[in-house]
Antibody
Framework: QVQLVESGGGVVQPGRSLRLSCAAS????????MHWVRQPPGKGLEWVAV????????YYVDSVRGRFTISRDNSKNMLYLQMNSLRAEDTAVYYC????????????????WGQGTLVTVSP | QSALTQPASVSGSPGQSITISCTGT?????????VSWYQQHPGKAPKLMIY???NRPSGVSNRFSGSKSGNTASLTISGLQADDEADYYC??????????FGTGTRVTVL
C-alpha cells in the first residue's frame, strides 16, 4: 500500500539549514509529482513546493523561493526538502504528499499524505 | 498567493446538511476545475475528500459532495455525523503553476 514517511525535523536556530526527507513505498516517486505542505502549530495548511514527475519543473510558494529546494532520488524512492536561511515563521509540521494528474488535461490534486515532521526554528 | 477564503466555523446537528464555501479568484478557483477538499482531525494528516471540484475518491462517503460556481467552490456534508467533526480545507491549482489552500473551516457537530 502507499506510504509516505517524513523525517529530518527538529529544533534549529534562525539562519541555519535543515534537510527533510520523505520515504515513499508502494509506488515510484519517479511517476508522480510530489509536494511539500506545511502547517504552523495551531494554524492552517500552506502549500510549499512541488516537483513534477519528470523533474522538468519545480515550483515554490513565494515565502520560501530562493531559500528552499525540492528534489528527489528515484533510485532511493525519496523526496527531499533542503531548507536554508531558516526563519521563525518556517516553524511548522511539514508533510509530503503525492500528486495526481498533470494539472492541464487530466486531474490536479494530492491523494496520499505522510504523518509529518515538526520543524522548530528558535534561538 | 493569498489563501482562499473559508468561514472559520460551521456547525450543524446530527443528520443535518452543512455547506462550506471556498472563495478565490479567477486565477485559481475560477480559472480551473482543480479544487480539492481535505478533512483533518486533530493531530492527524489531511485526508482527501473531494478532487477536481466534485469527484469523490474511492472509500469516501457519498455524504460528501463538491461543486463550484464562478470563483467560489463549496463542500456539502449531508447527514452530518459525529465523526465529521474536524477541520476542512479547500485547495486550488493557480495560474502561477502553484497551489493554494483555504484558510480552513472547523466543523462542529452539535
Amino acid at each position: 500500500q502507499v506510504q509516505l514517511v517524513e523525517s529530518g525535523g527538529g529544533v534549529v536556530q534562525p539562519g541555519r539549514s535543515l534537510r527533510l526527507s520523505c520515504a515513499a513505498s508502494g509506488f515510484s516517486v519517479s511517476n508522480y509529482g510530489m509536494h511539500w505542505v506545511r502547517q504552523p502549530p495551531g494554524k492552517g495548511l500552506e502549500w510549499v513546493a512541488v516537483i513534477w514527475y519528470d523533474v522538468s519543473n519545480k515550483y515554490y510558494v513565494d515565502s520560501v523561493r530562493g531559500r528552499f529546494t525540492i528534489s528527489r532520488d528515484n533510485s532511493k524512492n525519496m523526496l527531499y526538502l533542503q531548507m536554508n536561511s531558516l526563519r521563525a515563521e518556517d516553524t511548522a509540521v511539514y508533510y509530503c504528499a503525492r500528486g495526481r494528474g498533470d494539472c492541464s488535461t487530466t486531474s490536479c490534486y494530492t491523494d496520499y499524505w505522510g504523518q509529518g515532521t515538526l520543524v522548530t526554528v528558535s534561538p | 498567493q493569498s489563501a482562499l477564503t473559508q468561514p472559520a466555523s460551521v456547525s450543524g446537528s446530527p443528520g443535518q446538511s452543512i455547506t462550506i464555501s471556498c472563495t478565490g479568484t479567477s486565477s485559481d478557483v475560477g480559472g480551473y476545475n482543480y479544487v480539492s477538499w481535505y478533512q483533518q482531525h486533530p493531530g492527524k494528516a489531511p485526508k482527501l475528500m473531494i478532487y477536481d471540484v466534485s469527484n469523490r475518491p474511492s472509500g469516501v462517503s457519498n455524504r460528501f459532495s463538491g461543486s463550484k460556481s464562478g470563483n467560489t467552490a463549496s463542500l456539502t456534508i449531508s447527514g452530518l455525523q459525529a465523526d465529521d467533526e474536524a477541520d476542512y480545507y479547500c485547495s486550488s491549482y493557480t495560474s502561477s503553476s502553484t497551489y493554494v489552500f483555504g484558510t480552513g473551516t472547523r466543523v462542529t457537530v452539535l
